[in-house]
């Protein structure tokens, strides 16, 4: 496979005498524990009896710390914990490891000199001695001698089993390497006599054995998916083995990042108006201060009001490409609207005209090509749109129903409908009738992911699950009043419920319980619809009987912001799923109000 590489491990006797040399620090007490040590080059002299605060020599400023040694190092316990120092100051636990901590940060952007005058001066040093040694054999691939470091770093492992899991990490790196550099039967020495006998993860162990079959080093990668010898792949065994060893004895990789990337996670969660897809991170932002998102850039600032309805607005719903908005009104109107991303507003692409009753529901299928407009109580049938084609399909199986809600299938090849007069039927995108359920008064209809089960709210104050092709159902949601309308959430996990006389409640599908009561909004017995929305729906818009919109973050039940400007009850809301920064209300005063930043309020005339 490959020419025969030198090993590490042979090394003549010379060599081995110029490594590192354990030194007692108390020869009285040397033979306690591996804290009575530290390292030194050549057997030099113990160290001093107290540290004194002086600057590094030349020499010793040249000595990377990048092993967490400190050659002319304080005396410090096997935990990490310094000594005391000169100048009488004495760090506490928690100043002990955060100096550790900026010491290995210092270390890994190459500032060793800076490090080792740190570590002096604290009396600190990174790691235990033992750790060191054996980072330093696993990047050089000196795996006899790595694995001589285990048995020393054992009293220190927390489990048996660690030393284990450490061990087989460590002889699978060698079996691979050695099958890299075409050392085939060196590899099968180390799997016959090394990782078999260990008679652990067996199953990983035949599969290491198929790896001998590879006819070439990319072959050997691509199925191992493996870095191949050398320092990455070796860095991310350490990474592996770093996870078995107490972090008093040696620090995590990467800590200070660490500790400042969960800082930054946790400013963006508690970021009320955090609404963008992108992360907030270290190379994104500034760590001198906090992570804040200004309000100005939510939205919350009237961008466009449009009045092409005549009557009464009743619903509003975003395509799910976020490029068009659908309106439904009393008027028997329903508009297609263009969505203008740059500026956040919207221009009329075409009128759907005739719906007798008007239109109080809207669904777009998943190709937001498809939509079905249904009616209020009294309409018996729901309109099917193509918009590509303008092919139009009334949808009715008697004159007796009632089809007031609606939902697409994921595949968007068949939708339920239903009503509160018993019916609820199942039909493919031709309108043709597939199922039916009788005697389900149902309001409001959703499709869950798994392409199978229909949530339904009935008369009863409840949400049902429904399953058509086994005929099962059981009840997901029990409230005290009416459910006038919910929404499930894009990881299908919450339903969102406006409930008569309560306002909006958020549930959890999974756990069947009641999340969170959101306060403000004033819900009476009108049909009111609420949304999802933000980038990562982080955030709840309802409309309101007191002419407002209010959103909340989903985690906190207070409002986060009211928007007035409506005269009359805000039946609906919805937020578009692509642009997070834009927002749409619809009301009985019969407009529609487009919300956005404040970035994006037009300028008045003249002014440029």
Known sequence: MGATAGSNEEQSPKEDQSSATLIPLDHKKAHQSLSGFILVKGGCEPPRKKARRLQASSDDMQQPASNGVIENGASCSSNGHCGDVENGVTLSNSSQEIVR?????????????????????????????????????????????????LQELRPMLGANNNLMDMKFLLLEQKYLEYLEDGRVLDALHVLRNELTPLQYNTNRVHQLSGYMMCSNIAELHERTNWKGKGKESRLILMEKLQAFLPANVMLPTNRLKQLLEQALELQTLSCTHHNTKEKVTLSNCSLLSDHICPKDDFPVHTIQVLHDHCDEVWFCAFSPDGTKLATGSKDTNVIIWDVNPETCTLSVRKILEGHNYGASYISWNPDSKHLIACGPEESPEVWLWNLDTEKFLKVSQSQEDALTCCAWHKDGNKFVVGGIRGHFHQCDIEGNILDSWEGVRVNGLYYRSDGKTVLAADSHHRIRAYVFDELADQQIIQEDHPIMTFTVDKNDRLALLNVATQGVHLWDLNDKNLVRRYQGVTQGHFTIHSTFGGSNQDFIASGSEDNHVYIWHVRNEQPIATLQGHSRTVNCVSWNPVYPQMLVSVSDDCSIRVWGPKDKVPKPVGVS
């Open 101 to 149: 901590i900026i010491g290995q940060y210092l270390s890994s952007e190459g500032l060793n000199n800076t490090c080792d005058a740190l570590m002096t001066e604290s009396g600190c040093r990174l790691e235990h001695p033992a750790a060191t040694k054996f980072k330093l054999h696993v990047m050089d691939g000196d795996w006899n001698k790595a694995d001589h470091d």
